[in-house]
């Protein structure tokens, strides 16, 4: 499966970015799907998943402000984030853990 992220770029603290995850190679509608993020000197650190049944989880240092949907027409995952500060920089990854296959990875960077 191959996993194409996008969306990412300079948002201002306190702002919004969605980004998307586009899986192609396979049909991931009965699939777990993640994003993970890392930051700068930081290990990579689970920020949301969703399960093949709409069940989501998340990290506690997002909850409440990011949101992980998808859409199994599309293949495709998202992630819309909100009311970020600059401790959000990071790049971000789609994963999918039934194939253990990660996403290019998209840079987001929060600063005024």
């Known amino acids: 499966v191959q996993l194409q992220a996008s969306g990412g770029g300079l948002v201002q603290p306190g702002g919004s970015l969605r980004l998307s995850c586009a899986a192609s190679?396979?049909?991931?509608?009965?699939?777990?799907m993640a994003w993970h993020r890392q930051a700068p000197g930081k290990q990579r650190e689970l920020v949301a998943v969703?399960?093949?049944?709409?069940?989501?989880n998340y990290a506690d240092s997002v909850k409440g402000r990011f949101t992980i949907s998808r859409d199994n027409y599309k293949n495709t995952v998202y992630l819309q984030m909100g009311s970020l500060t600059p401790e959000d920089t990071a790049v971000y990854y789609c994963y999918v853990p039934a194939y253990r296959a990660w996403g290019q990875g998209t840079l987001v960077t929060v600063s005024s």
């Open positions: 969703i399960n093949s049944g709409g069940a989501t």
């Open positions: 190679g396979k049909i991931l509608g009965l699939k777990a």
